[in-house]
Each structure stands twice: as structure tokens, then as C-alpha cells.
């Protein structure tokens, strides 16, 4: 990767305290103890980024001390809403930096668009906080890899939104699967339905009051405004988002992965591990509007020492396959697993079902587990490093694959694709609009 494509975070550290030291953790362990209340700065305050809010808000042991967000009709919208629920108006700031200087705030909870979530967690690591950020873990793949190596270097506590990993119905699959229960697996498909809609072509236009237009591109490049690229449309630029294989389809992903790789170990037989082959097809075959992300997309993954894993996606019609609209399943010599947002349901060698069990997902556990984890230490159940990230991956190299249009092999050591110089330039950003410019890897 050319060192050019990154300049030192050095000017956007500058003034603010981000020392810590190889004692991170136990620092950390005294700082906040088990009975002790948990100070976080909330980013990122609409759609989703509103919802994370909502649940730590509802959490008894969590002070929300800032919000920030760079649209001040969402900001002081979600500070009366946090006043109402805490009895305490927090601080509306625009600059999460102005959070990270302060010794009380314990973690930042990330909910912004995708371009906007690796800095933020990087500079928390950096500060001593914790972090908490919403999938996937980054806009391309060496973002996720740095903000990894962050993590690690600081020692911090990193949990990614995928709340999945805490829905106890997933937790029994999980259960089901480890008992070997389906036999030999080499299989696993996940797929996506969830209906989108067309967003036009509009012509550009001006900010809507009170935003800071030029902060929530951030890194990205100076282009003029439009309503289609900003709230809620973001995802389907490649400036901002990672289409619906990282807004939709990384959940999807992640549970077929981490079933492929929990029925595998019931056998004692080598992990998938990361991908080492990508191939991906498809397109905008429906709508005719301003996206650029694919609308229809197949991709496939082969894994070491031969494993396979396939994602189907189509946003303009929702359909049930294994009657499930969106989901994930992995199939055995001797029987399946199929996956659903609210139920998972096993099957014998014959397809007869055999168990049936429903549930649903679990964002106050998922942000409960979070903190627990800030307090004893742990790796969380979304750990950023062993689960959030590898299966972010999935969802950059499939970008990567369909961006050059043939299948790509991926050395997980270095991080690259081998002999292709022209796939390559996907991993990451051509150029970051300063001051925003993301760190090597040994600048973090």
C-alpha cells in the first residue's frame, strides 16, 4: 500500500490526550468498577445511530455526558429525548474530539455513517476510551485493519453492532450446531430481501439549516450537496457506504459465518478462517436512480482448506427463501440449519425439520454485554478484533471483488490482492480530504 495514501493523525491528535500506556487494562479495571456507572458520548444520532442512543439511554448504569452530531436539529432533538429518559440534559457538541478530552467519558458509542466510523473509534483507542460502533467496521477493508491494530495498541474494549451475537436464539443455534449434530459441513449461503425502494436523480442542492455539510464528509471528497447522497441514501455511494452487503447483508454474513465456523470445530477440523478466493456478479438491474451500489448480487468465498460461503441479495423483491426473507443457513452431510431473524429451525439428512426454536435479537444485551466487558476486561460477544472484523471482510472483499469484475484472491497476511495491482486500489480511499486522513498502521 503506498505510505502516501496516509499522512500521520498527528494534526488531528493535536491538543488532545491520546496517551495510554501497556497498564490499559488494569488502568482501566480501576477506573470503572463493577458497581460503578459507565460515562459514554453518543455520535451520530439519526436512524440507527438514534436507536444505539435510545438503548444505552435506557441502561440505569450509563450517563450519556455528550451527543454529537453534525445536524443540530437531530442534536437537540436526541438531548431532549435523553433528559426526558435520564433526568440530565447532556452536552450537544458537533466535534466528538471535545468528548475524548474529557477524563470522565469512558467510551464512545459510534452510530454514524459508514466513512465516519473509523477515525472516531481510532481516536477514542488513541484517548484510553472504549468504544462501541456500528457495522460494518469500517468503509473498506484497511479502515477495519486499522482500526484493529488500534485496538489492539491501546488495549481497549471495541464491540461491534452486530447484536446477533446476542439474540439467544442465536446463541442456541450456535449450541445446537457445536453438538455436531448436522455432520460433516462444507457449506454455508446467506442472502438478503429486505425491499429498498428507488431514490431518484435529483439535482444538487444546499444543506438543509444547521448541518455542517463539510464535517459529515469528512474524509471524503468536496463534492456539492445532494438529498440523496446525505441522510438516510448515504449507503448506496461509494464515498460514504458499503451498499446493502455492509448496511444488511454484514449481519447476514456474520451469522453464516459464524455457523459454518461452529459446526466445523464440532469436528475438530480446521477453522475457514478468512477467504482466499472472492468472486462476485451482479448489478443495478431494477432501479434507474442515482445509486451506485448493486441492487442484484451474487458472491461467493472460498475458504482454506475448502470451505464454501455464498451471499445472494436482490433490494427489489422480498421473497422467502427456506421461508425466511433474510437469513443464513449451513448444511451438513447429515442434516441443515436454517436461520432466521426470529427463529432457527434444523433439519435431517431427508430435510425433515427436527427442531424449532424462536427468539429474536437482543440490542439492550448486546449493549449490556458491552458493558460488562468494559468492566471485567473481557472481548466482548462482537468483539471488533475475532468477530466484528472478519466479518466485515467478507463484506469488502465481496465490494472488491464486484468492483473489478473477476474473481480476486485475497492473502490474508498481507492484506492484499495477489498480482493484482488494479484490484487493489479497492482495499482502501484513493486520496482522505484533509484534516480527516486515516493513519498507517504503524502511526496508529
Not at 450446531?177 to 449461503?189: D, N, P, Q, T, Y
Not at 438529498?227 to 451469522?255: A, E, Q, S
Not at 439428512?349 to 454485554?369: I, L
Amino acid at each position: 500500500m503506498d505510505r502516501r495514501q496516509f499522512a500521520s493523525a498527528a494534526t488531528l491528535a493535536a491538543g488532545l490526550a491520546f496517551h495510554t500506556d501497556a497498564s490499559g487494562q488494569d488502568s482501566a479495571k480501576q477506573r470503572i468498577g463493577a458497581n460503578d456507572r459507565i460515562t459514554i458520548c453518543a455520535m451520530g444520532l439519526r436512524g440507527r445511530g438514534g436507536h444505539v442512543l435510545s438503548t444505552f439511554a435506557s441502561l440505569a448504569d450509563v450517563d450519556v455526558k455528550y451527543v454529537c452530531d453534525i445536524d443540530e436539529t437531530v442534536l437537540n432533538s436526541r438531548a431532549a429525548q435523553v433528559a426526558d429518559r435520564k433526568g440530565r440534559k447532556p452536552e450537544t457538541i458537533k466535534d466528538y474530539r471535545k468528548a475524548l478530552e474529557d477524563p470522565q467519558v469512558d467510551a464512545l458509542v459510534v452510530g454514524t455513517p459508514d466513512h465516519w466510523h473509523a477515525l472516531p473509534t481510532i481516536h477514542a483507542c488513541q484517548a484510553g476510551k472504549d468504544v462501541y460502533v456500528e457495522k460494518p467496521d469500517g468503509h473498506n477493508l484497511i479502515e477495519g485493519r486499522t482500526m484493529v491494530a488500534a485496538m489492539r495498541k491501546y488495549q481497549r474494549v471495541v464491540q461491534l453492532g452486530t447484536q446477533a451475537r446476542s439474540g439467544p436464539h442465536l446463541l442456541s443455534a450456535m449450541e445446537y450446531l457445536r453438538s455436531g449434530a448436522i455432520g460433516r459441513v462444507r457449506f454455508a449461503k446467506a442472502w438478503e430481501s429486505a425491499r429498498q425502494g428507488a431514490i431518484g436523480k435529483p439535482a444538487d442542492g444546499t444543506p438543509p439549516p444547521g448541518v455542517d455539510y463539510d464535517t459529515w464528509l469528512g474524509p471524503a471528497p468536496k463534492r456539492p450537496f445532494n438529498p440523496v447522497r446525505f441522510h438516510g441514501n448515504w449507503r448506496w455511494f461509494f464515498d460514504y457506504g458499503t451498499g446493502d452487503l455492509g448496511n444488511d447483508g454484514v449481519h447476514r454474513l456474520d451469522i453464516a459465518r459464524w455457523a459454518l465456523e461452529t459446526a466445523v470445530a464440532a469436528r475438530r477440523e480446521p477453522a475457514p478462517g478468512l477467504p482466499s478466493k472472492v468472486a462476485a456478479i451482479g448489478g443495478k438491474y431494477f432501479f434507474d436512480d442515482a445509486q451506485e451500489w448493486p441492487d442484484t448480487l451474487m458472491v461467493t468465498y472460498d475458504f482454506a482448506p475448502g470451505y464454501i460461503l455464498t451471499y445472494e441479495m436482490r433490494t427489489w423483491s422480498a421473497y422467502p427463501l427456506h421461508e425466511e426473507s433474510e437469513g443464513a443457513a449451513v448444511y451438513g452431510d447429515e442434516g441443515s440449519v436454517v436461520i432466521g431473524n426470529s427463529r432457527w429451525r434444523a433439519f435431517d439428512g431427508k430435510g425433515k425439520p427436527v427442531r424449532e426454536e424462536k427468539g429474536g435479537y437482543n440490542d439492550v444485551g448486546h449493549a449490556r454485554n458491552f458493558l460488562d466487558c468494559m468492566r471485567s476486561r473481557e472481548r466482548p460477544t462482537a468483539d471488533l478484533e475475532t468477530v466484528g472484523h472478519p466479518s466485515s471482510v467478507l463484506c469488502h472483499l465481496g465490494n472488491c471483488a464486484w468492483r473489478a469484475g473477476r474473481t480476486l484472491r485475497f492473502d490474508a497476511a498481507t492484506y492484499t490482492f495477489t498480482g493484482d495491482a488494479d484490484a487493489n486500489q479497492f482495499l482502501t480511499r484513493p486520496e482522505y480530504r484533509r484534516p480527516w486522513v486515516l493513519p498507517s498502521l504503524n502511526d496508529v
